[in-house]
Structure formats: C-alpha cells, structure tokens
C-alpha cells in the first residue's frame, strides 16, 4: 500500500519536468525568433531640427551600410530601405564626393527599439551624433 503515494509522486515529478522541459523550448525557440528577424528599415537624408533649436540640412550625397549589407545608396531629401536582422545594429554613413568616393565615414550603433513603430532613421541626424 505504501508503495503507490510514491508512484504516484514519481509520476507527478515526471510530468512537472517535462512540463518545464517544454516551457524552456518554446522560450528559446521566441528568443531565436526575434534574434533572427529581419527589419526593413526606412532610411531618410532630411534635414531636421536638432534639441537645441537649430537647423541641420541633409547630407548631399551618402551611402549607407547596416551591419555590412549592401550600401544603400542616398541624395539630400532622399529616402530608401535596408535590411537590419536583430536587434542591435551598426551602421556605417560614408559621406560622398561629387565623382561619389568615400570622403569620410562615420560608425553609429542603434537599436530596433529606439526607432519606434515606424522603423524609421534619418541618416542627416545619425550622421551627426556619430561625430
């Protein structure tokens, strides 16, 4: 008789661990999910208006790498998409010439999550917080 409570116990042991098991497949399986997903990023050379009150202008001529993707390649008052996979990224801003070399280059990193719902970043203001 005594035997039974303890099958009984090793039954419920079993059935909570795999319950656990299960749990933790399904949570790395959502945080492989979101590591992996591939954001398409609205990239805009504008001019805008800093927090001190002034007036910056786009930038002439740039091209635009995320996480060393292809370039994407902007005029003043232009806009295009890139592709960011993850969360954190790193993104490039060369600067161009008139003949379009690389004059100077700027590395700023962002986040998908300080870009808000629109997935949108104006290369102009970037360029300038990279200083």
């Known amino acids: 008789m005594k035997e039974l409570p303890n099958r009984r116990h090793g039954i419920i042991k079993r059935v909570l ?3 656990v098991l299960v ?10 999910f979101d590591q992996g ?6 990239l805009g050379n504008y001019a805008f208006t800093g927090q001190d009150g002034q007036e910056h202008p786009a930038l002439e001529a740039v091209e635009v790498f995320i996480d060393g993707n292809d370039p994407v390649f902007l005029l ?11 969360r954190r990224h ?8 008139e003949n379009d070399k690389p004059m ?20 102009a203001e970037y360029w300038l917080k990279a200083k």
Do not use: H, P
């Open 37 to 42: 997903k591939t954001y398409k990023v609205i």
């Open 76 to 86: 003043e008052d232009d806009s295009g998409t890139g592709d960011a996979t993850g």
């Open 17 to 19: 661990v795999n319950c």
């Open 104 to 123: 100077e280059s700027r590395t700023v990193e962002f986040s998908i999550a300080e870009l808000g719902e629109k997935l949108e970043l104006n290369v």
């Open 90 to 97: 790193t993104m490039v801003i060369a600067l161009l010439d």
């Open 23 to 32: 749990a933790l497949l399904i949570g790395l399986g959502v945080w492989c």
